[in-house]
């Protein structure tokens, strides 16, 4: 099975519901991949689970496949967002890829003081996420959303939803990881409920920003270790981190 | 001072002890950097901390460079290994510049059964760990082992390294994780001292292998959640849990 090809598609799936196939897919199956009629190929659409499916007609630019059995359920991973600032296109794509592999429910950029980046093609990171699931057997995929201002973001939170907030300048504060750590066991905990994890870019925030996010009730800062981390690095220890103690993973 | 050419060095850093270029860093410093005298340059060599230095004499071919202050203490990670087995080229760069930036100590690459990659160019990966090192702000750089069989490996395995094995094939085991977590806290625990975390390939560990690691008294098998992880997300999910647990970041 796991040298099937593996794809997303937006059509529902279900015992006997045959899916027509646009034409790029069938481009991609027939063309690229060379599928033939009985081949079997493995889909999901993020919402039905992942259906083993046969190619009942194999044409150009169309086709049509029939599923068989459902072989995976629907993955929901826990009420979970990551934010983070954009840094260079490869670390990106690489942060977006985690996010999809560790569980994580909705992916949103954010411009802090300190972005490089300006401009964030989400269409072009929704694409890799998609491809990020397609290969790693997720069949869940996080929506990425459009590009925010920190300020703007903050503004209009939500108290409900807890904020990890990975503070590279916290030194010394080392315990507030343990803090993080002991707090979290079981998800009938205090602090069970939807959170996000915010990530600084590779200058960190800003006074400012370090200021305003200290001061929200709904923030927890969290130290990384001794060691500087890159952005992307820091994105998947803080996804494992929360994932261990307060997601799905225990 | 976050903009300064880091250099790692081979020479001695000491108050007053001037450090002569190799022909390869004066063309780097004085012809890439474009870097002249008394321009400052951090360096380190794995022992002596960071230094802040100034550039003495620059020829095409050679120079002098002057110790200033020690601008960073030796960090010394604690004794933790990574071992895993190679993967694509681009994703064993990554686990090794992950295992700088998290804090390892030596860095082994492992054949295991489903490994594909035969041949590992050690000094290749050495040389991209003290890039990592300059590019994060380490001022340890890990050792990288030639590739060795995991049988090998394992025969000669002294029982005092206890062995973090991530076993994606762990079903249903997830409690192994918080016993992980739980029995970890505090380095004074009866899991104290020197460590390995094994990571298979993208195919998994065989049978035969898994059994006889779950057969190591040394050995604790530990599951990373219910989604597959990849190999390189894996390597930095396992150091983070086991960083955060037992090592120095709490």
């Given amino acids: 099975m796991a040298n099937l090809v593996r794809l997303y598609v937006d059509h529902p799936l279900g015992a006997g519901q045959p899916i027509p196939l646009a034409r790029e897919q069938a481009h991609y199956l027939f063309g690229v991949m060379r599928l033939s009629v009985g081949a079997e190929v493995l889909l999901f659409n993020g919402r039905d689970g992942e259906w083993r499916v046969t190619v009942a007609e194999a044409g150009k630019r169309s086709g049509v496949l029939e599923p068989q059995e459902r072989t995976a ?17 490869a670390r990106t794509d690489f942060i977006v890829e985690k996010a999809v592999e560790l569980g994580a429910r909705r992916i949103q950029p954010v411009q802090t003081e300190f972005t490089n980046s300006e401009r964030v093609r989400r269409d072009r990171l929704q694409a890799h996420a998609v491809e990020a699931a397609e290969q790693c057997g997720a069949t869940f995929v996080p929506e990425v959303g459009e590009l925010e201002k920190l300020p703007r973001l903050l503004d209009q939170w939500n108290d409900t939803r ?16 343990g803090d993080f750590l002991d707090s979290g066991s079981g998800s009938g905990g205090a602090e069970a409920g939807p959170w996000a994890i915010l990530i600084g870019p590779e200058g960190g925030f800003s006074d400012a920003e370090r200021q305003r996010l200290h001061g929200m009730e709904a923030a927890r800062a969290v130290s990384l270790g001794p060691r500087i981390l890159r952005a992307d690095t820091a994105a998947v220890a803080a996804l494992t981190l929360w994932q261990a103690t307060r997601g799905d993973w225990r």
Avoid: H, I, S, T
Avoid at 73 to 89: C, I, M, N, R, S
Avoid at 171 to 177: K, Q
């Fill in 162 to 177: 807890r904020l990890m907030f990975c503070d590279e300048g916290l030194a010394g504060a080392a315990a507030d990881l």
């Fill in 73 to 89: 359920p629907q993955d929901g991973p826990p009420d979970l967002w990551l934010l983070f600032a954009p840094v260079k296109k």
